[in-house]
């Protein structure tokens, strides 16, 4: 399996709700990321995990809350979220978190919230 | 900190013309620099990296330090090339990866 695999595909939430978003891998990677793409815009980095730490969160509000449980595993708990995170969430994934490394994409969770 | 900047939102070319993308970077280390392409209802994928020095598709990228640039080229450009393309740096410690805004290539028959 040489995929990063992302479900749900599309998601429409309430303010209220409490949604997650999930993402596997089984290539063995070490380094998994999830990013934040608005409509015409490049990803943004949001959280990256490294051998299942949390090693990077780029300023996310506490609504978003990531969890890695195993090394191929990685979701995104989504809680009293507001309109303006509507966008298409990105999951990746790279072998050790090496700087000459390329992140493999998963396509992505559109997510809505009304 | 680290940017990446794509001047060019469109780019608009007939089959058969060369092509440029442009890429420029502000990084205070030594950067690590990719092109990732979108093909339309696809996932990201990485393109090329400059480590690698290879041509995929058609397509080169030169590192030039001195420019701070890493612009795409391709010498004819073909129709199934039209895509989304993001040049993208990644710092030293290798978990950050910044993307340019994107430069979408439409390429006419």
């Known amino acids: 399996d040489t995929e990063v695999t992302q479900t749900p595909k599309h998601l429409v939430m309430g303010m209220t709700n409490k949604k997650s978003l999930k993402c596997e891998q089984h290539?063995?990677?070490?380094?998994m990321y999830w990013y934040k793409q608005k409509a015409k815009k490049p990803p943004e980095l949001m959280f990256v995990?490294?051998?299942?730490?949390?090693?990077i969160n780029e300023s996310v509000p506490s609504r978003f809350s990531p969890e890695c449980p195993n090394s191929s595993l990685l979701n995104l708990h989504l809680h009293a979220l507001q309109p303006e995170d509507s966008a298409l969430y990105l999951c990746?994934?790279?072998?050790?978190?090496?700087?000459?490394?390329?992140?493999?994409f998963g396509p992505g969770t559109r997510l809505l919230v009304l | 900190a680290q940017r990446v900047t794509q001047p060019e939102k469109l780019l608009s070319v007939f089959k058969g013309a060369p092509v440029e993308l442009k890429c420029n970077y502000s990084?205070?280390?030594?950067?690590?620099l990719f092109w990732y392409v979108q093909y339309s209802r696809q996932r990201l994928q990485l393109l090329l990296r400059?480590?690698s020095r290879e041509s995929i598709k058609g397509f080169t990228a030169d590192l030039n330090k001195g420019e701070t640039s890493f612009h795409l080229k391709k010498p004819f450009a073909q129709e199934e090339d039209s895509a989304m393309y993001y040049c993208?740096?990644?710092?030293?410690?290798?978990?950050?990866?910044?993307f340019g805004g994107g430069t979408r290539l439409m390429v006419k028959p």
């Open positions: 990746a994934s790279s072998l050790l978190g090496s700087s000459l490394e390329t992140q493999y």
């Open positions: 290539m063995g990677h070490r380094a």
């Open positions: 995990y490294s051998y299942e730490k949390l090693s």
């Open positions: 990084y205070s280390g030594s950067p690590e």
């Open positions: 400059h480590i």
């Open positions: 993208a740096l990644q710092n030293n410690a290798g978990n950050m990866l910044t």
